[in-house]
């Protein structure tokens, strides 16, 4: 157990639908990453918040957001969803931003866009 | 820009066979961070190493080591003995010193472990 915890387990909605994912980090630690691993793209960087602020972003669809709160969770929002966004989808932590930490991942949320 | 190759699709080996893991890197930081990461079939991602580009030390723990070699932007992954347990998707990354810290993953490589 890395102690990074998501909700749900599993979502399955419709196309055209948002829903929201989330992310508790590991207890001190102030980086979250979001990652979304799929058969064709692989494991890809969403975005990453540190302390509240967003820090870095990679491949991440206009059609997804994110937020961190001041108690640290974190949210990936995905809207007017599309079957491609079919995919497990990755929270990980680290205690700082900096590149000697390790991220530590949680156990993924599977989403399922029908 | 940042790669990372892992070129074996899928191992299959018989148990207490040794295995290596290849994985290939590419950057042009003189600093930077290297990762093994472990997605057993229930699905999470499980960290095993970090090693960052100052330190060619290989490392072993237990039946896992680990083999990074800079002249070749090498660092492979072997996992003596194996065992049925080790079946998984092993991922190799990359991190940078600098700048942005987000991960790039290799395509990863399955390994099944027969019986």
């Known amino acids: 157990d890395s102690g990074v915890t998501q909700t749900p387990k599993h979502l399955i909605t419709a196309t055209g639908q948002r829903v929201t994912l989330r992310c508790s980090p590991r207890s001190g630690d102030l980086s979250v990453y979001w990652y979304q691993q799929s058969l064709d793209q692989g494991l890809q960087f969403l975005i990453q918040y540190y302390n509240g602020e967003e820090r870095a972003k990679g491949n991440i669809l206009e059609r997804f957001s994110a937020q961190q709160f001041p108690d640290l969770h974190s949210e990936l929002n995905l809207s007017s969803l599309e079957l491609g966004d079919s995919a497990l989808y990755f929270c990980?932590?680290?205690?700082?931003?900096?590149?000697?930490?390790?991220?530590?991942f949680g156990p993924g949320t599977r989403l399922t866009v029908l | 820009a940042q790669k990372v190759t892992q070129a074996q699709t899928e191992i299959s080996v018989v148990e207490k066979e040794d295995v290596t893991l290849d994985c290939v890197y590419e950057t042009r930081d003189t600093t930077y961070y290297l990762f093994w990461y472990k997605q057993p079939p229930s699905g999470e991602l499980v960290f095993l190493i970090r090693r960052n580009s100052f330190d060619e030390q290989n490392e072993i723990s237990g039946r896992y080591s680990w083999n990074f070699q800079k002249s070749t932007s090498s660092f492979n992954f072997t996992i003596t003995a194996s065992q049925v347990v080790d079946s998984a998707v092993y991922f190799c990354a990359l991190r940078r010193g600098t700048g942005r810290r987000a991960l790039t993953f290799g395509s990863g490589t399955r390994l099944q472990v027969q019986p």
């Open positions: 990980a932590s680290s205690v700082s931003s900096g590149g000697a930490d390790t991220q530590y």
